[in-house]
Structure formats: structure tokens, C-alpha cells
């Protein structure tokens, strides 16, 4: 099975050659990279380890701007390893080692001139696990762009309101900013934690199953607002929902034991999906 | 049977018996230690009342009735169940050598609790019960007779007391400053001495400037006497139960009282100055009597004192273990090492205290920046700084552990969800993990003070005395003196109760110490408890 993919993405010799031909292993998915010459990250030949395990095996995957990108596949086959390559949080795990690269608007990030912190204010994320510091809500909101060095308070306040309308979480919080983050509902929490993303005025937001802890309504309105937050920002989602991921991404990527399956427009995946395992994963029935 | 036997140990009711009453045993002992040191830490305070006895010899007896007890071995077939004797406190030590006295019972002819009788708390010899003869002032009798010098005494005494109060601030403040100026004068000019260009201009100034304050000193010294004169102008004859009579000096009274004629309210009044009195004033009579001021402020002090240092040296290295060290067999061993440094005994500690901090630390201290005052050590000798980084060391695995554990409950989430934000490590640590790690740091306080206020044994080696000269902070500069010994309760108790040559006599004080030692711990404790609790608070629900 690897065999099949690696004779598909053999031809990356280097860089340059590497994103002319992109698009050709996966000419059958192809349609979103035509209409996106120049994507917002791409990962080249991206081999990921855990000390001796190896979690991914050459991925090839090019994120196109202001679109919603879905990851999705069975529990530990890759997809949220390399989510959180993509704003270098694995740098903390212990014998962690990425072989390949991975480009932000063609700058190789694990190069060693990049600015990690740097870095993770233009890649955000948001967690499966909802993740509001114990403060208040506004200070959870004003966090990051404090730690940019932000000490005005008009232009605090003026941000912290920004990035929760941008949240859709505005109306419901205005008269309480100053109480703890933690008594909010989870739903709430989660677009907290957007709208503290949103704060430091990322390019990329990266969401980690957002929605797992969530109730029918919360997950309605996050995927709303994914909807809306395309306009400004690229996003690439991992999901566990395929029905969530049909709803709202543009392009899909199919992961199984660390391999990208298939890549390809939204539609196509779970249409016509051209591997047949993505198609027995699609119609549930495996994973 | 066995089967029924292996029924209830089955059904695992034998265990939860068993655990019960672990903790039963445990509460009773914890309630009966408090109850102990309660009961007769707190009746100290109650003015007793005074038994007069005539003995079957004719003699008469007069006390406080402390206790009654079956002699020993004193079973004979007259009496199967033993005879009886009491124990009374006597006072008088002047004239009877003892305070105590046992009394049997069969030796009495009767008892009664005379109204005419008072007991008098002397600044020497202890407590004197008797009846007042007469008053006298200047040698002229003011006053004679029970009742009438009882009156015309009061105000002698409490004029005695603002005498004695004038006396201490004249000797304590005015004297003190004197000296202390004389002395830092005296430092100065060995350390001109010292230097290779003596300047003598200036010698002959100091020596100008100690001259005008030794004239001082004569001059104040003379007040003193003057006021000490006054204090024995005015005596009182006293009689006691046998006709024995003792010409005291009205100065050398503290408080008298007729506790056989004081109603409830009197009394309670009473036991309350009393309690206020042992808790503000200084220690007299070899640390039997008077009050334990000094010994509760030392105590309190070098706690805060260690706290300061404990604190952040635990906190970052807890820190480093949990965060920035590479987790493998190496911090693995500091772990262990830390966990059984806390099993060391607390007096290695001590020798350890005594070697590097005094000797090591201290002595170069006093080589380096203190050469005029030599050969008297400054740093160089036991001092409050010196008992506290003692301390500090002994309970700085406490603060590690709980530092570690705090720290270790801090969710990933938090650190991944601030590095995700464009945070680096330090800004993570500082901003969202040691707030959140904050309850168990001062739970690690917790421990550690409760441990440090009732250690005695390092002190002994690093710093604490029997009797301190001065407090460590006062209005000289820089006020607060981390070189000076000072006093502490735990060693008070050692010292009151096991070292002092009147055992029986100094018993209440010990009790006393206890239960004022056991309230210092609690009271620190429930500080520190209430901040974690403000804490947590702020954490969980609305904050700003």
C-alpha cells in the first residue's frame, strides 16, 4: 500500500519541481490546486517520528489559501501529528524528528532562522480539548497580544471586542469580560478560545477536532463561524465527523496509519472517491 | 466456621471496622493532646481561689489547692483503699524554700477559705499569700491592718508599675541608644584604625562626639537611679499563715489580689490581663514567670524569614526539575535525594547550620565586611538568619514536592494552548503555569511552616538562647538585625521545663508555652490556608 503511494509522489526531487507537480499525483483531485497556484503551506515529503515510530510517511499535501482544508481518517492514523507540525508544537514532544519540509508561503518553517514564537502567532490553533486559561474573559482574549508587547487599553479593549465578535461570542459576554473564562458553557469556551486565536491575528488557524466536546448547537455555531473566518484566514480541521467535514471544508484529506490516502475537493472525496479505501472509510465501513 | 469467617472478611466490613478505627484512635489522640495542653495551659490564667488549713500539729497551711491524689503503696489493712494526700502551692519560696507542698489528709483538722487573705505576684521569689500588717512610706506607717493597707496599697502599686514601665523605657530605648551609638563610634574608629591612612582629624571628632555621649550616659544613669530609689519608698509588711512576717518593697510587687473576695466577673477580667500580660511582657525569674513576648515574636519572625527563603528557592527548583530538565535517571536520583533529605534528622541539619552557614558563611562575612568588630562575631555566631536558612533547608523538600505535584496538575492544554499563542516558555511559565501552580506552592508552605515552628533541636546549634537581649527588629537601621539571637517558643518549653531549677513551679509556664506554640502554628497556618483559598477562588470563578 505504501509502495503505491511512494511511486505517486516519487518525482518531489526538489522544491520547485516538488510543487509544479503536485497536482499530478493526485490528478484525480486536482481541481482546488489548479485554482490555487500558490498555497498557503505545503508539506513536501514529510516524514514524521515519535523517537523510533515513525507516525507519518511522506506526506505531500499543498493547503490552499482561504479555504477550509478537513483531515480526516481513524484514531491515530496521522492526521492531528501533522497538524501540530504545521505551528511546530511538536518541537516539545521528547525525540520528536520531522524529516522533509514543510513551507509557509514558501518559507520552510522548521528552518533554523524562524522564529518559533514568531511562527505560532501566524499559524493559531485551537484544541480538542477546550483550553481557556483561569482568568477572566477578556484576559484569556488579550493574552497574546500582551505577550506581543500590547499595553494600551483602549486598543485592548477595542481588540479583545474584535476578536470575540470575530468569534461570534460577543453578544453573549459583553457584560461579563471581567468573569473567569471557566464559567462559560464548553461551546462557549471553544469560540473563546477562537476568538484568543483570532486576538494575535493568525494567517492560518489550525482547529484539532473542535467540536468533539461540543453539544448538536455549539458545533453548529463553530461550524458557522468557519464559514465566516474563510474569508480572512486559511484553516486546516481535523475531524472525526465525516458529516462535519462534508459540511464544511472545501478540500479533504483522507489519513490511514500515518499515509495520506487521498487528497482531493470535498466533493470528489466523498462522491467519487477514486482509492477504495477512502471509499469504505466514507460510507462508514471501516474506522 | 471457616467459611463464615471467610464471609466477612469477603465482604471487606472487617476493613472498613478496621480503618475506622484508625481514625478514631487517631482524632482521640489529637483531641486529648489539645485538651491537655488546653486544660492546663488556660486554667493558668484563672486567679485560684486560697485554702487556709490548720494542721492536727497545730501549724496552718495556705494555698492554692492544686491537686489530690491516693499515696502510693499506702494501702494498710486501717485504710484498704489507700490514704490520701493533697498538693498545694504555697508560694513563700523566701521562707519555705518550695512552692509546692503535699498535706495529708488525715493531717488536717479543717479548712477553710479565709475573705482577708492575698496572694501577691512578686518580681522575685514567686507568689507571697498572706494578710498585709501595715503600709509604709518613707518609714512612716500609712496604713495598718488588713483591710486599710490593702486599700492604700492599690495605688502605690499601680504607681510602682508606671515607675517600672519609665525604668525599662529609660533603660531599653534611651540607654540602649546611647549605647548602641557609643558602640557603632567605637566600630568606626577601629575601622579607621584599620585602614593604612588613618584620618585623625576625624578619630579626634569620634572621640569627641563619645565623650559627650558617655556624659549623657551618666546623666541618664543617674534618672535611673533616681526612679529606682522611688520604687522603695514606699514597703508593705506581710504576714503569712504562721506569723511569720516579710517587709517588701511595694516596687518589687507586680499585682496583688483577694481572689477569695472576687465575684465571676472579677475573675474573668482577671484571667484575661493575666493572658494579656504572659503574651506582651518579657520573661523574668529564670523564664518561670512573667511573660513570653520575645519567644513568640523570635518564632514568628524566623518563619517569616524562612518562608521568604524557602519559597523561591523550591519553587525554581522544582521548576527546573519539571520543566526544563530532560526527565531520566539523573533527575530521577535528584528526586530521591530530595524526598530523603526530608527524612534527615533535623539536628544533622543543625551541625550542618553550624558548620557552612555560621562558621563557613558567617565567618567570611565577618572577615570580609565586619574586620572592626573582631574578634566578636557578627555574622559569625548563631543568628536569627542563620537558624532560618536552616530551616529553609530542612523543609525545602516539601516545598519541592508540592511544587512538583502543583505542578504536574497543571493540564497540557494550558502550556500548549499559551506556546500556541506565540508564547515561549518562560512567558507560559510565568503567566498561565505559576498561577495555576500557585495552590500547591503554598500548600508546600504549609507543610513547611507547620514543620519549621515546631523544630528546636537545629536552633540550639544556630541560634536561639534562653534569653535574648534584644528583639531582632528595631528603630535602629536597618531595623531589622538577622544577626542577633533571639528567642523561640519551642525551645522555651526544653528550656522553662527541663532546665530550670525550680521544675514544679515553672510547670503552668510549659503548659502555657505549648498552647501559645500550638496557637502560633494554627494561626500560621490558617493565614496561608486562606490565601490558597482567596486563590483557588480567583481561579475558579470571577476574577479580574
Redo the contacts between chains.
Sequence with gaps: MSSLIDALTQPSQTANHHRQTTETPMASSASSQDKEPDPKITVEAASFFYGERQALFKIDLAVPRHQVTALIGPSGCGKSTLLRCLNRLNDLVEGARLIGKIRLDGQDMYDPSVDVTDLRTRVGMVFQKVNPFPKSIYQNVAYGPRLQGMRRRSWLDALVEKSLQGAGLWEEVKDRLHHSALSLSGGQQQRLCIARALAVNPEVLLMDEPCSALDPISTAKIEELLHALKEQLTVVIVTHNMQQAARISDLTGFFLMGELIEYAATKVIFTNPSDSRTEDYVTGRFG | MPGKMKKILDSGTLFVWCCGTAVAALLLMVGGLLLLIMINGLGFFWPHALVEMTLKDGTHVLGELKEEEVIPYSETPAFPEGKTRVRLKIGNRDLYGLDFRWVETDQIASVETPQDVIAVERREWGNFYGRIREVTRDGQVVASGNLEGWKALQPLIEHANELHDEIERLQKDVIGDVNYEIEEIRLRIRELALQDQPQASEVVALQASTKQLETQYQKHVETLRKLSEQLNESSVVLVETNGREQHLAVGHIVNALRPNTMDAFEKILTYFTNFWSVLSQEPREANTEGGIFPAIFGTVMMVLIMSVAVVPFGVLAAFYLREYA??GVIVRMIRIAVNNLAGVPSIVFGVFGLGFFVYAVGGTIDTLFYPEALPTPTFGTGGILWASFTLALLTVPVVIVSTEEGLSAV?R????????????KL?SMI??IL??ALPGILTGLILAVARATGEVAPLMLTGVVKLAPALPLDHHFPFLHVERKFMHLGFHIFDVGFQSPNVEAAKPMVYVTALILVMVVILLNLSAVAIRHAMRKK??????
Excluded at chain 2, 502550556?415 to 500556541?420: D, I
Excluded at chain 2, 481561579?539 to 479580574?544: D, I, K, Q, T
Design positions: 530532560r526527565q493540564p492544554e494550558y502550556r500548549e494552548g499559551s506556546l500556541a499563542l506565540g508564547a515561549t512567558e503567566r498561565v498561577p495555576c481561579f475558579r470563578s470571577s476574577s479580574v
